[in-house]
């Protein structure tokens, strides 16, 4: 599975709209692109997931640019319950035998009022 | 619906004590997973089943087993516990389709002494 780097940590204020950047240089054809976020003492939750150009849900929006090598996660007018750690992860589907996502360290984002 | 639920939530051992860690989902997903999370630190696959009657190790397979009962429940037994051992655990489970989306329970928290 692609290696990615994501930023140790980022620091932001309530309002504010907040860029992750991930980035995946190796990342093979049929790869997706998969955002996770984790409170603590909490298992992580799934926030997007893309292949390219640009995906947008209720939560957040993902930016890949033509090249995928690396991926933006952009989370709208944060707020303090958005202090967390998010994790990019980048897995290919191998359909009969599955795949197991997995995760790195992680970018922990706090925000502060 | 409870989604995926681990057993026990805390947990002392001795070294060279043994259990087994439970994890039942009812999703009907296919796929289940172990990880390990130690303190400030990613999560760490430690087994993972893509279906029923299967599995494979993951990152950090040594000092563990694994049982797919069934389609339900994937269970995580250590055999002779050791201090490195002492971490979170999380049990995920995905559907078998093209989507990355797992689901994590609420995890158990291992202190071996």
């Known amino acids: 599975l692609a290696k990615t780097t994501q930023p140790i940590s980022m620091d932001s204020y309530e309002g504010q709209e907040v860029n992750i950047t991930c980035s995946h240089n190796?990342?093979?054809?049929?790869?997706?692109i998969t955002w996770y976020q984790q409170f603590p003492s909490q298992g992580p939750r799934f926030i997007i997931q893309?292949?390219?150009t640009k995906v947008t849900n209720e939560v957040a929006s993902l930016f890949i640019p033509a090249d995928r090598k690396s991926s933006t996660l952009s989370l709208p007018r944060v707020s303090l319950s958005d202090t967390a750690v998010y994790y990019c992860?980048?897995?290919?589907?191998?359909?009969?035998?599955?795949?197991?996502?997995?995760f790195g360290k992680g970018t922990t984002l706090s925000v502060s009022s | 619906n409870a989604g995926v639920t681990q057993t026990p939530k805390f947990q002392v051992l001795k070294t060279g004590q043994s259990m087994t860690l439970q994890c039942a989902q009812d999703?009907?997903?296919?796929?289940m997973y172990w990880y390990r999370q130690d303190p400030g630190m990613g999560l760490r696959l430690i087994y993972y089943?893509?279906?029923?009657?299967?599995?494979d190790k993951g990152e950090v397979p040594n000092g563990y087993n694994v049982s797919r009962l069934n389609k339900r429940e994937f269970s995580l037994r250590l055999e002779s516990a050791a201090p490195s051992q002492t971490s979170v655990y999380f049990c995920?489970?995905?559907?078998?389709?093209?989507?990355?989306?797992?689901?994590f329970g609420p995890g158990t928290r291992l202190t071996v002494t």
């Open positions: 893309g292949y390219k």
């Open positions: 089943s893509a279906s029923e009657g299967t599995t």
């Open positions: 995920a489970s995905r559907t078998r389709d093209s989507s990355y989306e797992q689901y």
């Open positions: 190796n990342i093979a054809t049929n790869d997706y």
């Open positions: 992860l980048v897995g290919v589907w191998v359909n009969q035998a599955g795949t197991a996502l997995i």
């Open positions: 999703m009907n997903h296919n796929s």
